[in-house]
DNA sequence: GCTTAATAGGCGCCT
DNA sequence: CCTATTAAGC
């Protein structure tokens, strides 16, 4: 095969076919595409079978593509190559051997805090301030990636609060449990004791995958650690890439010991380190090195590009996040929508930014937030469609037994459960054993033996038809189609159009795959996110998306917005390693650029109703100053008044001395940087005048002048670009 | 059991 | 600001 679309050190890489391989280099130096040429050639050059191949990946898009670039490479269809997210493929082997009759539905984080719910309400805990039902589930998720199960955490309780947790934590894995439910930590932790625990299973895997290949190693967690140790222990070719500079994911598990210390867990490692960056321009690089190396946690790289210096990065100052948006709208109309991405740090952030483009008339497309199968209304189809595949699926059940209304209230499900309980079985089983029962009123013993006919039919039907006509066939008999023709809701109709949408989603599944199945569908469609959906960088919209779905992209034009202290740093991120963290989540944001970025702060923006306002995100000063150009819109006192207020001291020590160690401002040329009163000077927006007084030392510093116009005005002198034009 | 009105509470990132 | 849940009324 044809290497020359690689370096000397790709090549390197490449061509290591035995043994592990860590490749651990900086943003865009080709690390993903050493991943994609390795498994190319070790097909089209070594004749290595596609079957024994596994290629992990950190989203589904991210494996569709490589898959799609594999191709292109061999120039032949590939049949067989595993390749996916840790918890697709993990999913899919679970699914093939059966694990919990294979038929287990997976819970997303909904599901997952409903169960949890009801834990609480039957340990009487719903109303105790220490257990919120998301609380939980972050813990509980936090425990089961170190591998911590209830029975463990046990041996670790310490005080009442533990011990109420772990019976929390026990009750919600035995209903889950009962459900055949699994979450989706189970899938990556099932999937790991199958392999251990079965030698049967264990020796089929190790033997089957010959080579295994990791992408975005620096954001695996514990357990998929054991999986990379477990699947790669007999032919021990494992090969990972990483940065750790890009590691954004330690909130979910993610830990860095596993790259940094790759070497100690495998010995006979070699690391091979790429240096030539390809994606950015001198200046991107320059600003985003300068930035990364303040973080002390890390493994000091080398990051060069033969490419042009290109632009300065703009940093903008703006009044309020409307100024923000629109400014940024501005931007985007002049240069066009094309390979342009929004990054901000919550979603919440998005639709200030999303009304402006949509005045403009300029194309977007959101990724992120509410997901398509998370709506309302698919989840409703999907819980019909999950009952009939597992009829345990307690969660599903609860959720459609009475939608459309069908007369089964709380009280009439209570009751129904109450019964399945004393007989030792599932609600839904309990519905064909009606007769036994003798606490049900006339009226819910129709309501219920009516529901139950209605599963048997949508059942019958599932061996009669194919995939598609049988979801069509669910939707309609169930009466959910026209529960919602019916609704006098506002979103009834774009609901309705949702639910046809989801059945193409169906159609386009079925041609995808040779083999298709209603289960491996709901197991898919679980794990997708509306990342996988985005079309990569072509399409003539502009992206707005989280800086952590931004994660292995690359767009011509990067905007950043909302750099505020306490908001990006985040100001939650106070716990050991946070600012650092953030500080990298900046850094994977500035190194998505190829030409240009601007970054743009809001000296006040609407949060929870309510305006507040913020200081700029220390990080602003971090960047050097031969790589940017600062542009101060706040028109300055009204915003920079608010700064008075010493409300918002700035979070970090480390962010303090920072700030102290930068304040070389192009614009301010005294020598000993200092304004004196009396002088004249040169302000961008409101033009010359005469400063009349001067408060505040370094970066604080704030100087009152009177402009011509006999406006008075205080302004920030760091931000405010005064030109001194006389003494 | 169902509908409507009031209010609590949320926003950190995601498989 | 938005939504999701709860209380009150039918
Ligand atoms: N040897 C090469 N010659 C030319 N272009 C290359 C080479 N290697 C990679 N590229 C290009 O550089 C860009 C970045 O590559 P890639 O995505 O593989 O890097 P990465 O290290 O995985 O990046 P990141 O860690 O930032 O996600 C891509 O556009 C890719 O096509």
Known sequence: MDLTGLNAPQREAVTTLHGPLLVLSGAGSGKTRVITYKVASLIFDHGVSPYRIMALTFTNKAAREMADRIERLIRLPVRGL?????????????????VMGGNFTIYDTDDQKKIIKGVLDDLNLSDSRSFSPGDVAGRISGLKNRLIT????????????????????????????????????????????????????????????????????????????????????KHRNITVVGDDDQSIYSWRGADLRNILEFEKAFPDAKTVRLEQNYRSTATILDAANAVISRNKARKPKTLWTEGERGDKLEVHYLYNDLEEAREVTRRIRTRGP????????????????????????????????????????????????????????????????????????DKAY?????????????????????????????????????????????????????????????????????????????QAGERLDNVSEFINAV?????????????????????????????????????????????????????????????????????????????????VGITRARKWAMLTHAATRRRFGTTTSAFPSPFLDELPEHCIRRIDRTGGSTSFALRDKPAAAPLFNEVRENRQAMPSYEHFSQEDGLLRNGMKVQHPIWGKGTVVMVSGLADNMKATIKFQNDAVKKVMVKYAKLEIVGG
């Open 150 to 233: 209830p029975e463990r955490f046990d041996l670790q309780i310490g005080n009442v609060f533990d011990e109420q947790f772990a019976s929390i934590y026990r009750r919600y894995e035995m209903k889950k449990r009962k459900s055949n439910g699994m979450d989706f930590d189970d899938l990556l932790i099932e999937a790991l004791e199958m392999i251990t625990k079965n030698d049967l299973l264990r020796d089929k895997y190790q033997e089957k995958v010959q080579y295994l290949l990791v992408d975005e190693y620096q954001d695996t967690n514990r357990v998929q650690y054991e999986l990379v140790r477990q699947l790669s222990n």
């Open 507 to 587: 159609g386009e599944y079925v041609e995808r795959n040779d083999s298709p199945t209603l289960e491996s569908f709901l197991q898919e469609v679980a794990l997708l996110t509306d990342m996988d959906a985005v079309k990569n960088d072509t399409g003539e919209q502009v992206t707005l998306m989280t800086l952590h779905a931004g994660k292995g992209l690359e767009f011509d034009y990067v905007f950043i917005t909302g750099m505020e202290d306490g908001l990006f740093p985040i100001s939650r991120a106070e716990e050991e390693g946070g600012l650092e963290e953030e500080r990298r989540l900046f850094y």
């Open 338 to 409: 094309k390979s342009t991405v929004i990054f901000y740090r919550t979603n919440a952030q998005s639709r200030t930014l999303e009304d402006e483009l949509r005045n403009a008339g300029i194309p977007y497309v959101i990724v992120g937030g509410l997901r398509f199968y998370e709506r309302k209304e698919i989840k409703d189809v999907l819980a019909y469609l999950r009952l009939l595949v597992n009829p345990a699926d307690e969660v599903s059940l609860a959720r459609i037994i009475n939608l459309p209304k069908r007369g089964i209230g």
């Open 82 to 98: 595993l390749v996916g997210t840790f918890h697709s493929i993990c999913a899919r082997l679970l699914r093939i051997e059966k």
């Open 414 to 490: 209570a009751s129904l459960c109450e019964f399945a309980a004393r007989l030792q079985i599932g609600p839904f089983e309990a519905l064909s054993r009606l007769e036994e029962a003798l606490e049900f009123t006339a009226r819910e013993r129709t309501a219920f033996s009516v529901f139950h006919n209605l599963c048997l039919a949508l059942s019958a039907q599932r061996q009669e038809t194919d995939l598609v006509s049988f979801v069509q066939f669910v939707a309609e008999q169930s009466g959910y189609l026209k529960y919602l023709e019916e609704s006098e809701e506002e």
